[in-house]
């Protein structure tokens, strides 16, 4: 049974998507250990608390220095025998000490086709304002492994999702959240879960 930490910092949907998942039989072979939050009012948390998981804070402002916390983070992980940490909407830099320990086994979920609208700075509604700018006819979302880059590791799955004339970024948001985020970030964990998901370089492959 693997053993999740899914780090989160704001309102908790793809936390969501993950225990639904869990709970309808969509994820086997995978349950949630502990929910990790920098915010101590990320309504993640309170979706953590009442599925009955761990919901821990580790606020980078509550430790004497960054270096602190980023011990803090790596213990928490360690202590709990973590085996995969799943980034749904985690704003805080993952420490590079955490993505040594943890190589090929971070996952993050980014609402874009990477490499479309990424990197730095490229988050939340800022990447839908950029993807409407840009007029693309289409967008989607991104599971990716985690490496000491920003969203540059190797992709596991992506979603497209139809861009139409009138979105605004929050309505472009929102679509791309239902109909990829949280099918493809469950979907990744379970395949993940199950072996299926083999990386070879820069390139990640799926058994069938
Ligand atoms: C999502 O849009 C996700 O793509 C991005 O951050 C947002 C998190 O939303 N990484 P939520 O906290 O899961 O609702």
């Not at 761990?54 to 011990?71: I, K, V, Y």
């Not at 830099?93 to 086994?105: G, H, L, Q």
Request: charged share 20%; aromatic share 4%; proline share 4%.
């Amino acid at each position: 049974m693997l053993k999740l930490a899914v780090l989160v910092s704001g309102g908790g949907t793809n936390l969501q998507a993950i225990m639904d998942a869990i709970d309808k039989g969509a994820i086997t072979g995978a349950r949630i250990q502990t929910v990790i939050s920098n915010n101590a009012d990320a309504y993640a948390l309170e979706r953590a608390r009442k599925y009955g998981a761990e919901a821990l804070l580790l606020a980078p402002r509550d430790f004497e220095n960054r270096e602190a916390f980023h011990q803090a983070l790596l213990n928490a992980l360690l202590e709990r025998q973590i085996d995969l940490v799943v980034l749904a909407g985690y704003l805080v830099v993952v420490p590079p000490a955490v993505i040594r320990a943890f190589e090929n086994r971070i996952i993050n979920i980014h609402p874009s086709l990477i490499p479309s609208f990424c990197g730095t700075g490229c988050y939340g509604l800022h990447v839908h304002e950029k993807a409407l700018a840009r007029g693309v006819k289409v967008s989607g979302a991104t599971v990716h492994f985690v490496d000491e880059g920003t969203d540059t590791g190797p992709i596991i799955l992506q979603k497209p999702v139809a861009v139409k004339d009138d979105d605004t970024p929050e309505i472009l948001q929102r679509r791309i959240m239902e109909e990829a985020e949280w099918v493809i970030l469950p979907k990744a964990i379970d395949l993940i879960a199950a072996g299926k998901v083999h990386v070879n370089g820069r390139k990640v492959t799926i058994d069938q």
